[in-house]
Nanobody
Framework: QVQLVESGGGLVQAGGSLRLSCAASGRTFSSNDMGWFRQAPGKEREFVASISRSVGRTSYADSVKGRFTISRDNAKNTVYLQMNSLKPEDTAVYYC???????????????????WGQGTQVTVSS
């Protein structure tokens, strides 16, 4: 089991920045790939970013590429999501996830979530 607790959400104006944190406990943090997902009202949960457990390989949704950065600190059992140039359409509940990753035949990095945090609200005003 892995327990995940997100923090850092809040209200920010368009163009601003936020950094989300996700503290993990339970199974060895460094043995898990980690990811961030989000769910806006009335919409399905969608992938935002992921990072592999060792070499730090990352993957991003097209909608956040160039604006968001995922990172991890295995010594602190924490994964981060730095969000810059925020837009109103980034408004959602953001969820941290721990899971497994693999490299596809096309050399793409893929992530499958297994454990979820409770989520943190991010609201971007226009």
């Amino acid at each position: 089991q892995v327990q995940l607790v997100e923090s850092g959400g809040g209200l920010v104006q368009a163009g601003g920045s936020l950094r989300l944190s996700c503290a993990a406990s339970g199974r060895t943090f460094s043995s898990n790939d980690m990811g961030w997902f989000r769910q806006a009202p009335g919409k399905e949960r969608e992938f935002v970013a992921s990072i592999s457990r060792s070499v730090g390989r990352t993957s991003y949704a097209d909608s956040v590429k160039g604006r968001f950065t995922i990172s991890r600190d295995n010594a602190k059992n924490t994964v981060y999501l730095q969000m810059n140039s925020l837009k109103p359409e980034d408004t959602a509940v953001y969820y941290c996830a721990a899971g497994t990753g693999w490299v596809g035949v096309d050399n793409s990095y893929n992530f499958r979530p297994v454990y979820w945090g409770q989520g943190t609200q991010v609201t971007v005003s226009s």
